[in-house]
T-cell receptor, first 115, second 115 residues
Framework: DQQVKQNSPSLSVQEGRISILNCDYT??????FLWYKKYPAEGPTFLIS?????DKNEDGRFTVFLNKSAKHLSLHIVPSQPGDSAVYFC??????????????FGGGTRLMVKP | KAGVTQTPRYLIKTRGQQVTLSCSPI?????VSWYQQTPGQGLQFLFE???????NKGNFPGRFSGRQFSNSRSEMNVSTLELGDSALYLC??????????????FGNGTRLTVT
């Protein structure tokens, strides 16, 4: 049972345009969400996160939106650059003492930004 | 500040053998987590150690074990290797004191191939 899903395995975007990556979750006990970017042969790199008490968090070109009622979050990259081409993972974590640092990951979306 | 360091980067083992992977967290980080990445199952949580104690464990058989030393360095061991254990094994660290709002920082992984 996949508790975190990224339904689009791949996304292709023109350089300079907006990239929107989506993520859905089923467990309402998740209340902290993170996005990671992964290049081949490297580990995931943290991008941005959001707590459930917020509906938006922005960091430079990256913005994450959270819709708790829909159990949906999205990552917006504006403007997209060729160097953004990578696999993007969303992840969710229970925010209580027992959960520690256990993250549940989505399956990833491969973003290709064309020059 | 040095990142998370995993050794070795690549490993080839035979079915039935055992293997030990090593992880050095970012200096000052006390939590170390291990994840397995495979094409079919994505990124899955193995276990987390905090202050030399296992804090959480994922849904993996007892052949997968780990430990953490007093300097926060961690090792994971897989005994009686099976072909399905072929994967990228990722280690991640975070400070995780009282606040859980600290993202995980991943190493570049150990690519294990079981033949």
């Amino acid at each position: 049972d996949q508790q975190v899903k990224q339904n689009s395995p791949s996304l292709s975007v023109q350089e300079g345009r907006i990239s929107i990556l989506n993520c859905d979750y089923t467990n309402s006990m998740f209340d902290y969400f993170l996005w990671y970017k992964k290049y081949p042969a490297e580990g995931p790199t943290f991008l941005i996160s959001i707590s459930s008490i917020k509906d938006k968090n922005e960091d430079g070109r990256f913005t994450v939106f959270l819709n708790k009622s829909a159990k949906h979050l999205s990552l917006h990259i504006v403007p997209s650059q060729p160097g953004d081409s990578a696999v993007y993972f969303c992840a969710a974590r229970f925010m209580n003492n027992n959960a520690g640092n256990m993250l549940t990951f989505g399956g990833g979306t491969r973003l290709m930004v064309k020059p | 500040k040095a990142g998370v360091t995993q050794t070795p980067r690549y490993l080839i083992k035979t079915r039935g053998q055992q293997v030990t992977l090593s992880c050095s967290p970012i200096s000052g980080h006390r939590s170390v987590s291990w994840y397995q990445q495979t094409p079919g199952q994505g990124l899955q949580f193995l276990f987390e150690y905090f202050s030399e104690t296992q804090r959480n464990k994922g849904n993996f058989p007892g052949r997968f074990s780990g430990r953490q030393f007093s300097n926060s360095r961690s090792e994971m061991n897989v005994s009686t290797l099976e072909l399905g254990d072929s994967a990228l094994y990722l280690c991640a660290s975070s400070f995780t004191g009282i606040s859980y709002n600290s993202p995980l920082h991943f190493g570049n992984g150990t690519r294990l191939t079981v033949t």
